[in-house]
């Protein structure tokens, strides 16, 4: 997605705030929390001493009970 941000200024002409329309802001939320997500991820994987196992199992171990 292409991104139109419009630049709020102040008497200076200076960069006070960016407007971006609804449908932008969204887009931006969406990609932050997939990358926030993914580091996540990353960082759980990363930690070894933290314990994990893939859904279908974890899917099959609460079936059980």
Do not use: W
């Amino acid at each position: 997605m292409t991104l139109n941000p419009q630049f709020v200024m102040d008497k200076k002409g200076r960069k006070m705030a960016v407007q971006l329309s609804v449908k932008e802001f969204q887009y931006l939320i969406e990609e932050l929390e997939i990358r926030e997500d993914v580091a996540l991820y990353k960082k759980v994987k990363s930690d070894k001493n933290e314990s994990y196992m893939p859904l279908t199992e974890y899917l099959r171990k609460r079936k059980k009970k």
